[in-house]
């Protein structure tokens, strides 16, 4: 049984949340008024409420998919990433010429990415043309899996 301490303290704050309460809704409904007087010739509250259905949604539609696929892990991405698809080179077609190759081209090497054709066209510059497998090695980042990847795409 609670004291007469604590039946006041209860009082007090559930009139202070009622009050809390009305003041809230209050303000709402006179935000809403503003709103609609600054801008009679537009449905904001409309567009407002398809706005949150949209959210809720895909929120909605998120947490299936989660739930379907298990516990923690990543919804399906719904597009592709043009981005990537676009950064990421294709494969070359034959052996590619190591000696006479662009950074682009040698990007497209299983292993190498732009950082690593930037180095091997700077060290080519600096040091004369690669004559085997064993002269990669001597570019920073190419160790002897790189040159392993590398030895069937390559020539020199």
């Known amino acids: 049984m609670p004291t007469t301490a604590e039946r006041h303290a209860l009082l007090f704050l559930a009139a202070l949340a009622v ?3 009305g003041v809230r809704f209050q ?3 006179t935000l809403d008024r503003v709103v609609a007087d600054a801008f009679p ?5 409309p567009l407002a409420d398809r706005a949150v259905a949209a959210q809720l949604a895909a929120v909605d539609s998120a947490r299936a998919t989660t739930r379907r696929r298990g ?7 719904t597009a592709p990433d043009t981005a990537r698809a676009a950064r990421t080179p294709t494969r ?3 052996p590619v010429p190591v000696n006479r190759a662009t950074a682009q081209e ?3 090497l299983p292993g190498i990415g732009p950082a690593l054709a930037q180095r091997l066209v700077a060290y080519r510059e600096r040091h004369g043309p690669f004559r085997s497998l ?3 090695l001597g570019v920073p980042g190419i160790g002897k899996a790189t040159a392993a990847k590398l030895a069937p795409s390559v020539t020199f």
């Open 41 to 45: 010739e537009a449905p904001l509250r």
């Open 92 to 94: 070359p077609q034959g």
């Open 19 to 21: 009050t809390g309460a």
């Open 27 to 29: 303000q709402s409904r």
């Open 134 to 136: 064993d002269d990669l």
């Open 71 to 77: 516990k923690n892990t990543k919804a399906p991405r």
């Open 106 to 108: 040698l990007e497209r």
